[in-house]
Protein backbone atom coordinates (compact mmCIF):
# COMPACT_ATOMS: atom_id res chain seq x y z
CA UNK A 1 0.00 0.00 0.00
CA UNK A 2 1.03 3.69 -1.15
CA UNK A 3 0.10 6.87 -1.29
CA UNK A 4 -2.99 6.67 -3.88
CA UNK A 5 -2.75 8.95 -6.93
CA UNK A 6 -5.16 11.71 -6.95
CA UNK A 7 -5.53 14.78 -9.31
CA UNK A 8 -5.31 18.03 -8.54
CA UNK A 9 -7.83 19.21 -6.63
CA UNK A 10 -7.89 22.93 -7.29
CA UNK A 11 -11.18 23.27 -7.46
CA UNK A 12 -14.07 20.88 -6.16
CA UNK A 13 -16.32 23.81 -5.15
CA UNK A 14 -16.17 27.86 -5.39
CA UNK A 15 -14.73 28.81 -2.46
CA UNK A 16 -17.55 31.16 -1.23
CA UNK A 17 -20.38 29.05 -1.26
CA UNK A 18 -19.50 25.52 -0.91
CA UNK A 19 -21.10 24.66 2.19
CA UNK A 20 -24.60 26.00 0.38
CA UNK A 21 -23.48 24.11 -2.58
CA UNK A 22 -22.77 20.83 -0.59
CA UNK A 23 -26.07 21.49 0.96
CA UNK A 24 -28.21 21.71 -2.31
CA UNK A 25 -26.16 18.90 -3.86
CA UNK A 26 -27.02 16.65 -0.95
CA UNK A 27 -30.34 17.53 -0.55
CA UNK A 28 -30.87 16.46 -4.77
CA UNK A 29 -29.28 13.35 -3.88
CA UNK A 30 -31.62 12.66 -1.67
CA UNK A 31 -34.84 13.19 -3.23
CA UNK A 32 -33.09 11.03 -6.24
CA UNK A 33 -32.74 7.91 -3.93
CA UNK A 34 -35.90 8.08 -1.91
CA UNK A 35 -37.87 8.12 -5.16
CA UNK A 36 -35.48 5.25 -6.39
CA UNK A 37 -35.61 3.20 -3.39
CA UNK A 38 -37.46 4.50 -0.43
CA UNK A 39 -37.17 6.48 2.60
CA UNK A 40 -35.86 3.43 4.84
CA UNK A 41 -32.25 3.94 4.69
CA UNK A 42 -31.96 0.41 6.01
CA UNK A 43 -33.24 -1.50 2.73
CA UNK A 44 -32.13 1.46 0.78
CA UNK A 45 -27.65 1.84 0.47
CA UNK A 46 -28.24 5.09 -1.92
CA UNK A 47 -29.79 6.58 0.66
CA UNK A 48 -27.57 6.08 3.55
CA UNK A 49 -24.40 6.97 1.48
CA UNK A 50 -26.49 10.23 1.15
CA UNK A 51 -26.91 10.29 5.04
CA UNK A 52 -22.57 9.53 5.23
CA UNK A 53 -22.21 12.69 2.96
CA UNK A 54 -24.51 14.66 4.82
CA UNK A 55 -23.04 14.17 8.12
CA UNK A 56 -19.49 14.90 6.48
CA UNK A 57 -20.46 18.31 5.40
CA UNK A 58 -22.45 19.22 8.50
CA UNK A 59 -25.67 19.09 6.70
CA UNK A 60 -27.91 20.27 9.15
CA UNK A 61 -30.73 17.04 10.27
CA UNK A 62 -33.65 19.57 9.60
CA UNK A 63 -32.53 20.01 5.67
CA UNK A 64 -31.85 16.34 5.53
CA UNK A 65 -35.56 15.26 6.80
CA UNK A 66 -36.74 18.33 4.72
CA UNK A 67 -35.64 16.59 1.62
CA UNK A 68 -36.87 13.08 2.22
CA UNK A 69 -40.57 14.90 2.95
CA UNK A 70 -39.77 16.58 -0.37
CA UNK A 71 -39.32 13.51 -2.50
CA UNK A 72 -42.49 11.88 -1.29
CA UNK A 73 -44.62 15.02 -1.94
CA UNK A 74 -47.34 15.11 -3.66
CA UNK A 75 -45.73 18.20 -6.22
CA UNK A 76 -42.29 15.88 -6.50
CA UNK A 77 -39.38 17.51 -8.92
CA UNK A 78 -38.60 15.41 -10.82
CA UNK A 79 -34.38 15.69 -11.20
CA UNK A 80 -32.90 13.86 -14.41
CA UNK A 81 -29.39 12.95 -14.19
CA UNK A 82 -27.10 14.32 -16.97
CA UNK A 83 -23.55 13.96 -17.89
CA UNK A 84 -21.85 16.23 -20.40
CA UNK A 85 -18.79 16.16 -21.62
CA UNK A 86 -16.35 18.66 -23.00
CA UNK A 87 -13.14 20.07 -22.87
CA UNK A 88 -11.22 23.11 -21.00
CA UNK A 89 -8.85 25.12 -21.95
CA UNK A 90 -5.01 23.53 -22.66
CA UNK A 91 -6.49 20.10 -23.77
CA UNK A 92 -7.90 19.28 -20.19
CA UNK A 93 -10.85 17.01 -20.46
CA UNK A 94 -14.02 17.63 -18.09
CA UNK A 95 -16.90 16.01 -17.23
CA UNK A 96 -20.35 17.54 -15.93
CA UNK A 97 -22.62 15.33 -13.87
CA UNK A 98 -26.08 17.49 -13.87
CA UNK A 99 -29.13 17.19 -11.75
CA UNK A 100 -32.01 18.85 -13.54
CA UNK A 101 -35.64 19.65 -14.05
CA UNK A 102 -35.51 21.81 -16.88
CA UNK A 103 -32.68 20.35 -19.96
CA UNK A 104 -33.00 23.15 -22.04
CA UNK A 105 -32.23 25.45 -19.03
CA UNK A 106 -28.98 23.10 -18.11
CA UNK A 107 -27.51 22.36 -21.45
CA UNK A 108 -27.66 26.42 -21.94
CA UNK A 109 -25.42 27.33 -18.62
CA UNK A 110 -23.11 24.36 -19.10
CA UNK A 111 -22.85 25.15 -22.84
CA UNK A 112 -22.33 29.19 -22.12
CA UNK A 113 -19.29 28.34 -19.10
CA UNK A 114 -17.59 25.99 -21.72
CA UNK A 115 -17.61 28.84 -24.20
CA UNK A 116 -16.57 31.87 -21.80
CA UNK A 117 -14.06 29.43 -20.18
CA UNK A 118 -12.25 29.08 -23.58
CA UNK A 119 -13.32 25.57 -23.73
CA UNK A 120 -15.65 23.54 -25.83
CA UNK A 121 -18.94 21.61 -25.11
CA UNK A 122 -18.43 17.80 -27.07
CA UNK A 123 -20.98 14.79 -28.28
CA UNK A 124 -21.52 11.52 -25.79
CA UNK A 125 -18.53 9.28 -25.55
CA UNK A 126 -16.17 12.43 -26.36
CA UNK A 127 -14.52 12.62 -23.13
CA UNK A 128 -15.85 9.55 -20.66
CA UNK A 129 -13.58 7.51 -22.33
CA UNK A 130 -10.69 8.97 -20.84
CA UNK A 131 -12.04 8.29 -17.60
CA UNK A 132 -13.74 5.13 -15.23
CA UNK A 133 -16.28 5.56 -12.95
CA UNK A 134 -15.55 4.18 -9.17
CA UNK A 135 -16.96 3.72 -6.11
CA UNK A 136 -14.63 6.30 -3.26
CA UNK A 137 -14.85 6.10 -0.06
CA UNK A 138 -12.99 7.72 2.17
CA UNK A 139 -12.14 6.70 6.25
CA UNK A 140 -10.39 8.16 9.10
CA UNK A 141 -7.18 5.77 9.52
CA UNK A 142 -7.18 5.61 13.13
CA UNK A 143 -7.58 2.12 14.25
CA UNK A 144 -7.28 0.39 10.21
CA UNK A 145 -5.02 -2.11 9.46
CA UNK A 146 -4.50 -0.83 6.04
CA UNK A 147 -2.96 -3.95 5.13
CA UNK A 148 -5.43 -6.54 6.32
CA UNK A 149 -8.28 -4.26 4.99
CA UNK A 150 -6.70 -4.45 1.42
CA UNK A 151 -7.09 -8.26 1.96
CA UNK A 152 -10.36 -8.47 3.09
CA UNK A 153 -11.93 -6.04 0.48
CA UNK A 154 -10.60 -7.63 -2.06
CA UNK A 155 -13.39 -10.35 -2.51
CA UNK A 156 -15.73 -6.79 -2.62
CA UNK A 157 -14.66 -5.46 -5.64
CA UNK A 158 -11.53 -3.59 -4.24
CA UNK A 159 -9.22 -2.26 -7.06
CA UNK A 160 -7.14 0.31 -5.34
CA UNK A 161 -6.73 0.92 -1.00
CA UNK A 162 -4.20 4.06 -0.16
CA UNK A 163 -3.32 7.28 1.74
CA UNK A 164 -4.25 10.30 1.14
CA UNK A 165 -5.04 13.53 2.23
CA UNK A 166 -8.01 15.65 3.52
CA UNK A 167 -9.26 19.16 2.77
CA UNK A 168 -7.82 20.41 5.83
CA UNK A 169 -4.43 18.26 5.39
CA UNK A 170 -5.33 15.69 7.75
CA UNK A 171 -4.34 11.82 6.31
CA UNK A 172 -6.79 9.44 5.12
CA UNK A 173 -7.66 6.50 3.55
CA UNK A 174 -9.12 6.07 -0.08
CA UNK A 175 -10.47 2.65 -1.15
CA UNK A 176 -11.47 2.44 -4.70
CA UNK A 177 -13.75 0.19 -6.44
CA UNK A 178 -15.66 -0.55 -9.60
CA UNK A 179 -19.07 1.48 -10.24
CA UNK A 180 -21.07 -1.80 -9.94
CA UNK A 181 -19.33 -3.60 -7.05
CA UNK A 182 -20.34 -0.05 -4.59
CA UNK A 183 -23.13 -1.61 -3.13
CA UNK A 184 -20.56 -4.61 -2.09
CA UNK A 185 -18.05 -2.68 -0.72
CA UNK A 186 -20.66 -0.28 1.29
CA UNK A 187 -21.98 -3.31 2.95
CA UNK A 188 -18.86 -5.06 3.62
CA UNK A 189 -16.98 -1.64 5.34
CA UNK A 190 -21.20 -1.24 7.18
CA UNK A 191 -20.06 -5.23 8.39
CA UNK A 192 -17.34 -4.29 9.87
CA UNK A 193 -18.94 -1.14 11.53
CA UNK A 194 -16.68 1.37 9.66
CA UNK A 195 -18.50 4.58 9.25
CA UNK A 196 -16.63 6.23 5.43
CA UNK A 197 -16.17 10.32 6.34
CA UNK A 198 -18.11 10.27 2.92
CA UNK A 199 -18.51 7.24 0.11
CA UNK A 200 -19.27 8.63 -3.62
CA UNK A 201 -19.04 7.83 -7.33
CA UNK A 202 -16.46 9.50 -8.87
CA UNK A 203 -15.11 9.56 -12.73
CA UNK A 204 -11.72 9.13 -12.34
CA UNK A 205 -9.24 9.77 -14.97
CA UNK A 206 -6.94 7.28 -16.87
CA UNK A 207 -4.79 10.07 -18.39
CA UNK A 208 -3.50 13.03 -16.95
CA UNK A 209 -2.65 16.12 -18.73
CA UNK A 210 0.26 18.15 -17.02
CA UNK A 211 -0.17 21.69 -16.55
CA UNK A 212 1.68 25.03 -15.83
CA UNK A 213 0.11 26.93 -12.20
CA UNK A 214 -0.62 29.61 -15.13
CA UNK A 215 -2.50 27.11 -17.50
CA UNK A 216 -3.84 25.64 -13.77
CA UNK A 217 -5.32 28.73 -13.04
CA UNK A 218 -7.46 29.04 -16.69
CA UNK A 219 -9.20 25.73 -16.56
CA UNK A 220 -9.65 26.34 -12.45
CA UNK A 221 -11.39 29.44 -13.68
CA UNK A 222 -14.14 27.18 -15.99
CA UNK A 223 -14.33 24.83 -13.37
CA UNK A 224 -15.43 27.24 -10.54
CA UNK A 225 -18.24 28.43 -12.97
CA UNK A 226 -19.79 25.58 -13.71
CA UNK A 227 -19.78 24.08 -9.81
CA UNK A 228 -21.37 27.39 -9.34
CA UNK A 229 -24.57 26.38 -11.39
CA UNK A 230 -27.85 25.47 -9.45
CA UNK A 231 -27.99 22.28 -11.53
CA UNK A 232 -24.52 21.19 -11.35
CA UNK A 233 -23.74 18.03 -9.14
CA UNK A 234 -20.08 17.46 -9.65
CA UNK A 235 -17.16 18.38 -12.26
CA UNK A 236 -14.35 16.42 -12.53
CA UNK A 237 -10.99 16.79 -14.96
CA UNK A 238 -8.06 15.02 -15.21
CA UNK A 239 -5.80 17.93 -15.19
CA UNK A 240 -2.54 16.15 -13.60
Given at each position: MGRIFEVR????FARWDKMAKNFTRIGKEIVIAVKAGGPDP????ALRRCFQNARSVGM??????AAIKRAQGKELVNYDEILYEGYAPHGVAILVETATDNHVRTVANVKSCFTKGHGALGNSGSVAFQFKKMGVFKLKPEGLNA???ELELIDFGLEELGESTGENGEEILVVRCGFTDFGNMQKALEDKKIIPITAELEWIPTVTVPVTDEQEADVSKLIDKLEQDEDVQKVFHNMG
Amino acid sequence: MGRIFEVRKSSMFARWDKMAKNFTRIGKEIVIAVKAGGPDPNSNAALRRCFQNARSVGMPKDRVEAAIKRAQGKELVNYDEILYEGYAPHGVAILVETATDNHVRTVANVKSCFTKGHGALGNSGSVAFQFKKMGVFKLKPEGLNAEEMELELIDFGLEELGESTGENGEEILVVRCGFTDFGNMQKALEDKKIIPITAELEWIPTVTVPVTDEQEADVSKLIDKLEQDEDVQKVFHNMG
